[in-house]
């Protein structure tokens, strides 16, 4: 019984492919390499494709008797997506529809989907459960709803069961090596200053929260990766489909982590506050009653280790960072 692991090479995937076959199950990689990296994966076979060339992904889960599929590779830059987003469209969507038409001539009927908070948009509620009205606020949560009804109809009209993880604030890492190699969310981008010895910035901090400063649920990567294994083993014994949120159900405010930080490093991280970058929610805090009732899962990582995890992997790609 292998699984099919798509964006298995990236950051996440990379992490989910340690789970599963640290869980004893047999995958295979398809991953066009665009942001991800084949030493990752160590000698799990790989297939370097994108999902927008059917004949590989048909031959994929042929040649490979697939009896599932994780689906994670996607473009993630909410920036990238207001300004482009027929690409995001294009690689997202269209991608997902591609996999999953092959899923259908293949007959492969389990599906585990990379969903995100971003479906939600700005929710309103102090905790953030999966009812929730779905009201992204870029392209990117939109291919992410979409991702999310793509599944929903492909179990009404072929029986494939699926499991749709929303993922809140993924940080940290399980190795040195498997660290976020990308600049595009806070922990990084605070190393990245300071890194430079700049000041740290944080956007705003005239928020409705407690210090003023935007609150997330930040959950570690390894967390994350256990949920997916979760999700396979669910579906494997036939679970129902299920769409929840992964996260700690705790909040952090920027000035938290940016406290955390300032511990693990031992630098100071004195910031500079800078007006409010457009379209940031003020809280966004998952509840996960959902996951654990459901798989039993509960996140055994804090924001420490994933702090102190993604520094690790900060200062492998630059030694000179602690200096
Ligand atoms: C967190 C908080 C910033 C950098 C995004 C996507 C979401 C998901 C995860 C993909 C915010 C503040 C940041 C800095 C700061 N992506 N910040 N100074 O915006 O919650 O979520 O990444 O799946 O879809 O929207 O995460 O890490 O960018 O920001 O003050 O230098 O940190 O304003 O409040 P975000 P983030």
Same mark, same amino acid.
């Not at 996140?299 to 993604?310: G, I, N, P």
């Given at each position: ?23 004893? /199950? ?26 927008? !060339?059917?004949?590989?992904v ?6 490979h ?15 990238e ?24 001539? $293949? ?43 793509? $599944?929903?109809?492909?179990e $009404?009209?072929h ?8 993922y ?42 407690p ?6 649920d930040?959950?570690?990567?390894? !967390? ?6 979760a ?6 014994? !036939? ?14 405010? /920027?000035?938290?982590?940016?406290a ?13 506050? /800078?007006?409010?970058r ?46």
């Amino acid at each position: 019984m292998t699984w099919l692991v798509t964006g298995g090479a990236g950051y996440i995937g990379a992490h989910v492919v340690r789970s599963l076959r640290a869980d004893g /199950v047999d995958v295979v990689v398809l991953d066009d390499l665009s942001t991800g990296d084949a030493s990752r994966i160590g000698d799990v076979p790989l297939v370097r494709a994108s999902l927008l !060339d059917r004949p590989a992904v048909d031959r994929t889960l042929a040649e490979h008797d697939v009896a599932g599929v994780v689906h994670i590779a996607a473009k993630k830059q909410v920036g990238e997506s207001v300004a482009d987003p027929y690409y995001y469209y294009r690689q997202n969507v269209l991608g997902q529809l591609e996999l999953m038409e092959a899923m259908r001539a $293949a007959d492969v009927r389990r599906f585990v989907f990379s969903s995100s908070a971003a479906t939600y948009g700005a929710p309103e509620t102090a905790l953030v459960t999966e009812k929730t009205h779905l009201e992204p606020e870029s392209p990117y949560g939109q291919t992410k709803v979409v991702g999310e009804w793509l $599944a929903v109809d492909a179990e $009404a009209a072929h029986g494939v069961r699926s499991v749709c993880l929303r993922y809140f604030n993924v940080a940290g890492a399980a190795t040195a090596e498997l660290g976020d190699p990308e600049v595009l969310n806070l922990i990084p981008m605070v190393f990245e200053r300071l890194t430079a010895r700049e000041r740290p910035k944080v956007f705003g901090d005239d928020y409705p929260t407690p210090d003023g400063t935007c609150v997330r649920d930040y959950v570690h990567v390894s !967390d994350i990766a256990e949920a997916h294994r979760a999700a396979v083993t669910h579906l494997m014994a !036939d679970g129902e489909s299920l769409r929840p949120n992964v996260g700690r159900g705790e909040g952090a405010s /920027v000035l938290e982590v940016l406290a955390m930080v300032g511990e693990v490093t031992g630098l100071d991280v004195t910031p500079d506050v /800078v007006p409010r970058r457009p379209g940031d929610p003020p809280r966004t805090v998952a509840s996960v009653d959902a996951i654990r009732d459901r798989f039993g899962w509960t996140a055994q990582h804090d924001l420490h280790e994933m702090v102190q995890s993604a520094w690790a992997g900060w200062l492998v790609r630059h030694p000179h960072a602690a200096g």
